[in-house]
């Protein structure tokens, strides 16, 4: 009777591959999602008031600490804003237009809110649908410039971040969640927002991105 070989036992998958990475020079975003005066301005205040406190408080400080770093480290800095491409808003996704969710084109409620304002030739990029990696170039973009990390921050928690995440980590770039420097209607969306997505990507708060860089 022939002897029975022991199957070998199966080795370990090694996987060596890690969200937690250094920020390496040209090729690392900051990406500010909509954080503009149509959705986060002073207007908007009376019916989103505990959006308007976490801006106020965290969102909008937090992000332009995070300005002065990334902008100090020679890092790119990319905004998105909801804007119509044309002046019907015919452009728009049919979950905007069945929302009512747009802003002309050019119009204040466009433009990003003053204390964070673009700088330079920094891009800013107007989008018509949630994910602004369906509605805007920036995948194109990003590719062209060299980026393989992403820092998100901005609005919504639940939706345009949330999309964000998703879908940056499915088109290969490596995701970081800026969690206080993000925000949602209330803290109680926020929060399960995040607890949604943080398996597409790492989560770090403001301290900790600009403890990163200044390891560098």
Same mark, same amino acid.
């Given at each position: 009777?022939?002897?029975? !070989?022991?199957?070998?036992?199966?080795?370990?998958?090694?996987?060596?591959?890690?969200?937690?990475?250094?920020?390496?020079?040209?090729?690392?975003?900051?990406?500010?999602?909509?954080?503009?005066?149509?959705?986060?301005?002073?207007?908007?205040?009376?019916?989103?008031?505990?959006?308007?406190?976490?801006?106020?408080?965290?969102?909008?400080?937090?992000?332009?600490?995070?300005?002065?770093?990334?902008? $100090?480290?020679?890092?790119?800095?990319?905004?998105?804003?909801?804007?119509?491409?044309?002046?019907?808003?015919?452009?728009? %996704?049919?979950?905007? !237009?069945? %929302?009512?969710? $747009?802003?002309? !084109?050019?119009?204040?409620?466009?433009?990003?809110?003053?204390?964070?304002?673009?700088?330079?030739?920094?891009? *800013?990029?107007?989008?018509? %649908?949630?994910?602004?990696?369906?509605?805007?170039?920036?995948?194109?973009?990003?590719?062209?410039?060299?980026?393989?990390?992403?820092?998100?921050?901005?609005?919504?928690?639940?939706?345009?971040?949330?999309?964000?995440?998703?879908?940056?980590?499915?088109?290969?770039?490596?995701?970081?969640?800026?969690?206080?420097?993000?925000?949602?209607?209330?803290?109680?969306?926020?929060?399960?927002?995040?607890?949604?997505?943080? $398996?597409?990507?790492?989560?770090?708060?403001?301290?900790? *991105?600009?403890?990163?860089?200044?390891?560098?």
């Amino acid at each position: 009777m022939t002897p029975v !070989k022991p199957v070998p036992a199966a080795k370990p998958m090694l996987n060596a591959m890690t969200r937690d990475r250094p920020i390496l020079a040209g090729k690392a975003a900051l990406l500010i999602v909509d954080v503009q005066n149509g959705n986060c301005g002073s207007a908007a205040a009376a019916r989103r008031p505990e959006l308007q406190a976490a801006l106020t408080n965290r969102v909008v400080p937090n992000i332009a600490r995070l300005l002065r770093t990334f902008r $100090g480290a020679e890092l790119e800095v990319i905004y998105t804003v909801i804007e119509n491409l044309t002046a019907d808003g015919r452009d728009r %996704s049919l979950d905007y !237009k069945l %929302s009512n969710m $747009g802003f002309p !084109k050019g119009s204040p409620e466009a433009q990003v809110l003053p204390a964070i304002a673009p700088q330079g030739d920094e891009l *800013v990029l107007p989008k018509t %649908s949630s994910s602004v990696f369906n509605s805007t170039t920036l995948d194109y973009l990003l590719r062209n410039i060299g980026i393989e990390d992403v820092f998100v921050a901005g609005c919504l928690t639940d939706q345009c971040i949330d999309h964000a995440v998703k879908d940056g980590a499915d088109r290969g770039y490596y995701m970081t969640c800026i969690h206080d420097a993000c925000a949602a209607e209330t803290e109680e969306r926020h929060r399960a927002a995040l607890a949604c997505f943080q $398996g597409y990507c790492r989560m770090a708060s403001t301290e900790e *991105v600009i403890g990163l860089l200044a390891a560098d």
